[in-house]
Nanobody
Framework: QVHLKESGGGLVQPGGSLRLSCAPS????????MGWYRQALGKERELVAS???????NYAESVKGRFTISRNNVKIAIYLQMNNLKPEDTAVYYC??????????????WGQGTLVTVSS
C-alpha cells in the first residue's frame, strides 16, 4: 500500500507563504490523480487542489490565483505553494492519492495531515 507523508505546515502571518510537500512511499501498480485537501475546525474536509498524472490541475475557487499545485512524476511527489495566505486558510492540510493496487483495485490514500495556521 502507498503511504503519504506531508510536511511544510506551520504558523504564518496573513499575506505570507508556505510550501507543502507530500512524499509517497510504498507499493502500488500506479499512483494516479493526487491532491490536497484541508479541514478547518468544525468544517468538512474540502478539496483545495488536484493534479493528474498529465499535469492537469483543478483548484477550489477560494484559492485560485494564490495556491499552485505541482507534481514531480520522477520522485512521485506533489507540492502546494501557498501565497497570500489568509486567516480562513487555517486548517489541517491532507495529501491525497488515488492509486491502483497491484491487484488493479482502486484505493484512496490519505496522509496524516499538516497544520497550517495563518494568524498575526
Amino acid at each position: 500500500q502507498v503511504h503519504l507523508k506531508e510536511s511544510g505546515g506551520g504558523l504564518v502571518q496573513p499575506g505570507g507563504s508556505l510550501r507543502l510537500s507530500c512524499a509517497p512511499s510504498g507499493i502500488a501498480y500506479s499512483i494516479n490523480d493526487m491532491g490536497w485537501y484541508r479541514q478547518a475546525l468544525g468544517k468538512e474536509r474540502e478539496l483545495v487542489a488536484s493534479i493528474t498524472t498529465g499535469g492537469t490541475t483543478n483548484y477550489a475557487e477560494s484559492v485560485k490565483g494564490r495556491f499552485t499545485i505541482s507534481r514531480n512524476n520522477v520522485k512521485i511527489a506533489i507540492y502546494l505553494q501557498m501565497n497570500n495566505l489568509k486567516p480562513e486558510d487555517t486548517a489541517v492540510y491532507y495529501c491525497n492519492a488515488a492509486t491502483t493496487t497491484m491487484t488493479r483495485e482502486y484505493l484512496e490514500v490519505w496522509g496524516q495531515g499538516t497544520l497550517v495556521t495563518v494568524s498575526s
